[in-house]
């Protein structure tokens, strides 16, 4: 596989962790939670191909589902308290994730390069490069999407939180279908 190919899987990878981001970022995460959503997102995704490449189809069948469904659950509770919120008063709240909501975060976002992981096999690729790669762009990416929607979310103001929470809303729904 060409260095050009490789990219542009991963930007392929990492775009659902960027447009979650974006959404997650105009709530106003600190510095440290966008650290740590984004260490997480670049950890999946390198930890996830090399399960598919190791599990098979039968296990990464059953536990991607499932993860994404929960990932799915997560996204849309974000997503409508954000919206709720924003027709609320009161100071706007901060997303906290815990460790099962980084977890399963992490998971729904990564459950495309689980199974691509199944097929690196036959790609004669080396492993550890793909994987690497896979990892790193995806971070990049979680990084932009939550420094982006934490500066849109500081020039709108209010309105960031109800756009935000729309875009969790679907891409909640998007992993659910």
Not at 76 to 98: H, K, Q, S, T, W
Not at 134 to 142: H, I, K, N, R
């Amino acid at each position: 596989m060409s260095i050009l190919t490789l990219l542009l899987l991963a930007v392929a990878l990492g775009t659902d962790a960027f447009s979650m981001c974006l959404g997650i970022g105009m709530t106003g995460v600190r510095r440290f939670q966008i650290l740590l959503i984004t260490l997480t997102v670049l950890l999946f995704h390198i930890v996830m191909p090399l399960l598919g490449f190791e599990a098979g189809e039968l296990v990464g069948g059953l536990l991607g589902r499932a993860a994404t469904i929960a990932g799915s659950v997560l996204l849309l509770y974000l997503g409508l308290r954000m919206i709720r919120d924003a027709f609320g008063e009161g100071e706007p709240r901060i997303v906290l994730l815990n460790n099962w909501g980084l977890f399963f975060l992490g998971a729904s976002v990564s459950m495309d390069a689980l199974s691509v992981g199944f097929t690196l096999g036959t790609l004669r690729t080396q492993l550890l490069l793909t994987v690497l790669t896979f990892g790193l762009v995806a971070g990049l990416m979680t990084l932009a999407g939550l420094v982006l929607g934490r500066c849109l979310g500081r020039v709108v103001g209010e309105k960031a939180r109800l756009l935000g929470g729309f875009i969790l809303v679907g891409i909640g729904f998007k992993l659910l279908l």
